[in-house]
């Protein structure tokens, strides 16, 4: 029962005691009348509220998650292995992590995104043991961590071409091309000789 036929019944009941007057009927009758307009503002507040609710909840499992990445830099090789191989098998651990990067260090200079992701999720003396290649005694950088760099680059350059400036000399390049240079320079491969 509602509250408008609650006070519907109560009206009745009253009127049965009291003569009918038109200026109180008419008050009752607006009275009804707003509180009707109240309710059904009030289911539609309720329905939106059931929306938005779980939006909520996903982003707080997601900042949750969050909280995670921030608590944790790979300070050995083990935990950085172990660290990539679960980007590597659990995709919504992967768009987390993706998530997080464009959240945390996101931002149209790519170095600067790139040094920043790889400040946060490793230590320097785990990155020196990597490049990008292998060559050199050095281990492959997992190919799972330069997927998800990439996808926080492209989060902020959605054209293929970009212009980068190198020594004073700006050329064309592509996002993904420019994320993997900027990867070689701070894992760097030695070069031979």
């Known amino acids: 029962m509602t509250l408008t036929d ?47 609710k779980p939006v909520l909840m996903k982003r707080a499992e997601e900042d949750a998650h969050e909280e995670l990445f921030k608590q944790q830099q790979c300070s050995s090789f083990e ?13 919504n651990y992967q768009e987390l992590y993706v998530h997080y990067l464009i959240h945390t260090h996101g931002t149209s200079n790519i170095g600067e995104m790139v040094k920043e992701a790889l400040i946060s999720i490793v230590s320097d003396n785990v990155l020196c043991l990597y490049n990008r290649t292998g060559k050199d005694g050095k281990k492959v950088l997992p190919p799972v961590l330069l997927t998800c ?42 070069k031979p000789g």
Request: proline share 4%; net charge positive; hydrophobic share 35%.
């Open 79 to 91: 935990t950085f292995e172990a660290f990539c191989q679960r980007l590597e098998e659990d995709k």
């Open 149 to 190: 760099l990439k996808k926080c680059v492209r989060s902020f350059h959605k054209q293929n071409e970009i212009k980068v400036k190198k020594l004073k000399v700006t050329t064309r390049t592509t996002p993904d091309a420019e994320c993997i240079r900027q990867v070689e320079f701070f894992c760097p491969t030695p």
């Open 6 to 52: 609650t006070l519907q019944e109560n009206v009745a009941m009253h009127e049965d005691d009291h003569p009918k007057s038109s200026a109180s009927s008419d008050l009752n009758t607006k009275i009804l009348q707003q509180i009707k307009m109240l309710e059904q503002r009030q289911a539609v507040i309720m329905n939106d509220l059931a929306k938005v």
